[in-house]
């Protein structure tokens, strides 16, 4: 059982015997349904609509351009090539809808929507095998070339066009949902602050709502009320989804709030006790009627290793290579900018505990540990493991160009290729940090190599909280797949461009 960040949509329950009575509270709302209320439902669905119509146009516009690119490259005549082109025009969007790639919560981001390529490319492979049927029927020689390239050309321009709705998604207020947060403590916390960074989910959370809320007053969101007013909260305030984050109300009001919620049409999400190890469950079993969940000891193959380590070689080797004049520049840049070497290595905590020598880009002034000691009042880490803040004056010029950018990250390509890191990977700790973290399951995150980026890289980088990011890297490595390395690398790039978190 593959599990997620993100939860599921809960599709039933059961309450028992005790629990089958509904709250007095609830009962006593006025009118659970509100006919205005559901008109409004109805305005949100047409506009969910609206997008999945849109994202298939652009869907179908990224087939058909891919036809004509393949059919104009391969030399066939106009008439063949479009005709080519209308296929995939109307086959690829298809296929897509088949597979449920249109829903607004598919336009998440790469990192929370771990099995989106892989289905992208499963489709591609469909894509191809019809193309092939098709080639056939236009009797075009080189049938199979053409269709295998028109399908990779057409996945290609989908995940680009892709990202563009992402980037729509993350502009447009009115397309998100209102979400209210069952919940006040601190994973209800954490949700929320998510919600606000990952606005490419689609959720745009509105309110509080518990029966005992002073923890997340700082949070500055809206107390809403307590449980016993969501019928009105519902109705007052538009609301498309409720998220349950460990809310301290009892389990019969909970089941309750549900019911009401689905009265109303209102989507509802569960974030499960214990989530931090879902991420090894081997499946959903049952002992005399109650649900058991597996959780297993999850290790890498030694075939998932040696596909792991043949991306590393491959991807550094010719990355070095192809980038080599690039990093010629930059250390001329960093030597030029500032007196002292243009590399810093630093012991790192790699695999298993083991030290090992990180390489980067100098992007401090050769006396930022000297000064470290007069700035530790103004960390922005309050849990006091990490040392991060924001305009630290120790930073050259130059030092800041490439941290928000991540390109003072490139000579770990040499770490990469000598087996002690790998592309993706849990965050590389200074030996200090890794000690404060102590023993126990934080430990699991070194079960793999470091990595130049990861779960906390395309999550927030700096913003991210010490906790946030050891269970990042807890979840990674209790769910290694190569799809997900695949994912993140992706995922990087649009991160580094837009420099998010990077300070």
């Not at 205005?36 to 949100?44: K, P």
């Amino acid at each position: 059982m593959e599990a997620r960040e993100y939860t599921g949509r809960i599709t039933g329950f059961r309450a028992s015997d005790e629990d089958r009575g509904p709250s007095p509270a609830l009962i006593a709302a006025p009118s659970l349904v509100d006919e205005q209320l559901l008109v409004d439902r109805s305005r949100a669905s047409r506009r969910s609509v609206i997008l999945r119509h849109t994202l298939g146009g652009t869907d179908a516009v990224a087939g058909a351009a891919a036809g004509l690119l393949v059919g104009v490259a391969s030399g066939h005549d106009t008439a063949t090539t479009l005709g080519f082109a209308a296929i995939v025009a109307i086959a690829w969007p298809l296929l897509l809808f088949v597979c449920g790639l249109y829903s607004i919560r598919g336009l998440g981001s790469w990192a929370s929507g771990i099995g989106e390529l892989g289905r992208l490319f499963a489709v591609a492979l469909a894509l191809g095998w019809l193309l092939v049927a098709a080639a056939s029927v236009l009797r075009l020689d080189d049938r199979f070339t053409t269709a295998l390239a028109s399908a990779f050309a057409t996945v290609a321009l989908a995940i680009l066009s892709r990202a563009m709705s992402r980037g729509v998604l993350h502009q447009l207020a009115g397309l998100r949902q209102r979400t209210i947060i069952i919940g006040s403590g601190v994973v209800a916390g954490q949700l929320v602050k998510r919600l606000r960074v990952q606005k490419q989910f689609g959720l745009d959370p509105i309110g509080i709502l518990d029966d005992d809320y002073h923890e997340i007053e700082s949070l500055d969101l809206p107390i809403l009320g307590q449980l016993q007013d969501l019928p009105e909260v519902l109705r007052t305030h538009r609301v498309d989804r409720v998220m349950i984050a460990f809310s301290r109300a009892d389990h019969r009001q909970l089941l309750e709030s549900i019911r009401v919620c689905r009265l109303q049409r209102v989507a509802v999400d569960v974030i499960p006790r214990l989530f931090e190890f879902l991420e090894g469950a081997r499946g959903l079993d049952q002992i005399g009627g109650l649900p058991v969940l597996s959780i297993g000891a999850p290790r890498l193959s030694r075939s998932s290793r040696a596909a792991k380590r043949g991306l590393d070689i491959v991807v550094s080797l010719v990355a070095l290579v192809l980038l080599s004049p690039l990093l010629v520049a930059l250390a001329l840049a960093v030597k030029v900018d500032s007196r002292g070497s243009a590399l810093f290595h630093q012991p790192r905590a790699g695999r298993e505990g083991n030290v090992f020598r990180l390489i980067k880009f100098r992007s401090m002034y050769t006396d930022a540990e000297a000064r470290k000691a007069d700035l530790e009042t103004v960390n922005d880490q309050s849990d006091g493991v990490m040392f991060k803040i924001h305009d630290d004056p120790r930073i050259s010029r130059v030092g800041r160009v490439l941290r928000k950018l991540s390109l003072d990250e490139l000579p770990q390509l040499v770490n990469v290729l000598r087996g002690e890191m790998s592309l993706v990977g849990p965050r590389p700790l200074i030996l200090p940090e890794s000690q404060a973290l102590g023993e126990g399951w934080h430990a699991r995150r070194l079960d793999l190599r470091p990595g130049i980026t990861g779960p906390w890289q395309i999550s927030g980088r700096s913003d991210v909280s010490v906790h946030d990011m050891v269970r990042l890297d807890f979840q990674y490595v209790t769910s290694w797949s190569l799809a997900r390395d695949l994912e993140i690398l992706l995922a990087t790039l649009p991160v580094m461009v837009t420099g998010r978190g990077a300070y």
